[in-house]
């Protein structure tokens, strides 16, 4: 066990648990006599290099706790990519400061710059201690049951659909929401769990995991609309056609692309807009509506699952404990046991880093526009305690006297 001082730093998108990660880290590194501080990398990997740091052993255990039940990234975040030379500069920026122990709380990308940096460790006979802390609301790390920040936006999207859907029936029409979701449909499929009635919305699904086609996709909305009188359904961001490409671009005139280069997905809205005007204009039923979750999922405060929240702890805190404890580099993975409990365990961090998780066959129905019951099996227990249901109005009808 090294003695030295110990870096937590977050990155990617924020979610509404990461900050229980990082209060994990830093309550349970402060209980070990050789930790002899504990620091806070401002917005990420970027505050790495431009060594902007936070003491967060000056904070109190009681703002910890408070901070911790609050939402998005306390530290800030980046969407910096870190290449080779990125990485490089980290490394010589922890050296510089004296880091010990380095944990990075962020997803695929996230993984493979610890994976990175850990090797220039290794490569300079450096002894630093390097733990990724999985999160995204993606759900998509391999070797992971699933991820912190992944249930409470599924509880958020579950709940806009069920919402939705009561709106569509009291006012009947189609509606579309795209949710996140640039290569996994965790998050569109968390919309089926809004569901209490056989002809509840939505009524159709779409995933990355399946090739989208336009004219099956209105078919599907033509067939629905005529059975129900209403059609609600949930689209993932990343659709596509058969060759993968992204259907807003075969749909839209001028596409936006992202500091990265990749296709603006959602952020913009095009994409429902886009799918409405095809309703409209193939259909020609007059009442559609579009929405773009965005943002809303990721951060939101008032439908936190308490589950995702003791979990995103826990797993702060296994980071630590690997740390202090182990002889190895690692990324903390989540494994389902029973019913419902979990187990942490420490994977190698060239076994995730960069690689990306899709939904499995068995979560998907055969005409892939639906989940099954062993998805909502699967998620379920990760919603949390207290989730609402919709109710209607038995309708007996009074006979007509004058028709």
């Not at 610890?114 to 290794?122: G, L």
């Not at 951060?299 to 002889?327: L, N, T």
Request: neutral net charge; aromatic residues 8%; charged residues 25%.
């Amino acid at each position: 066990m090294s003695s030295g001082k110990v870096l937590v730093a977050q990155g990617g998108g924020p979610t509404a648990v990461i900050n229980q990660s990082v209060a994990g880290v830093v309550l349970e590194a402060r209980k070990f006599r050789n930790v002899e501080l504990v620091y806070g990398a401002y917005h990420g990997v970027s505050g790495i290099v431009n060594e902007d740091f936070l003491d967060l052993t000056q904070e109190t255990s009681h703002n910890l706790e408070m901070v911790a039940g609050t939402p998005s990234s306390a530290l800030g975040s980046t969407r910096d990519k870190p290449d080779l030379k990125y990485c490089q500069e980290i490394f010589k920026v922890l050296k510089a400061h004296e880091i010990a122990y380095f944990f990075y709380v962020g997803g695929n990308d996230s993984s493979d710059t610890v994976r990175i940096v850990s090797e220039e460790a290794r490569r300079g006979g450096y002894p630093l201690r390097c733990i990724h802390i999985p999160k995204t609301i993606d759900n998509d790390l391999v070797l992971n049951d699933h991820t912190p920040g992944f249930p409470s936006a599924a509880r958020f999207v579950a709940q806009a659909f069920m919402g939705a859907n009561l709106d569509n029936a009291a006012l009947p029409g189609v509606y579309l929401a795209v949710v996140m979701g640039r290569h996994a449909g965790f998050l569109t499929a968390a919309s089926a769990l809004g569901k209490k009635f056989p002809d509840d919305g939505p009524h159709l699904i779409y995933i990355p995991e399946r090739t989208f086609v336009v004219d099956r996709f209105l078919a599907d909305v033509k067939a629905t609309y005529e059975k129900h009188g209403r059609c609600v359904i949930a689209v993932s961001e990343g659709i596509h056609d058969e060759a993968g490409v992204p259907i807003i671009t075969k749909l839209a005139n001028e596409i936006e692309k992202d500091a990265h280069g990749n296709v603006q997905l959602s952020g913009t809205g095009a994409l429902a807009d886009l799918l409405c005007q095809e309703i409209k204009a193939k259909l020609g039923i007059k009442r559609v509506r579009g929405d773009t979750f965005g943002y809303l999922q990721r951060s939101f405060i008032g439908c936190v699952s308490d589950v995702d929240q003791r979990e995103a702890r826990e797993v702060g805190e296994k980071a630590v404990q690997f740390a202090m404890w182990g002889d190895r580099d690692g990324s903390v993975t989540i494994k389902r046991t029973g019913f419902y409990s979990v187990d942490y365990q420490l994977a190698p961090l060239e076994a995730v880093a960069g690689k990306t998780r899709v939904m499995e066959d068995e979560f998907i129905s055969a005409n892939g526009t639906d989940v099954t019951d062993a998805f909502r099996m699967y998620l379920r227990p990760l919603l949390g305690s207290g989730m609402p249901d919709a109710y209607r109005l038995r309708l007996n009808r009074v006979g007509k006297i004058l028709a």
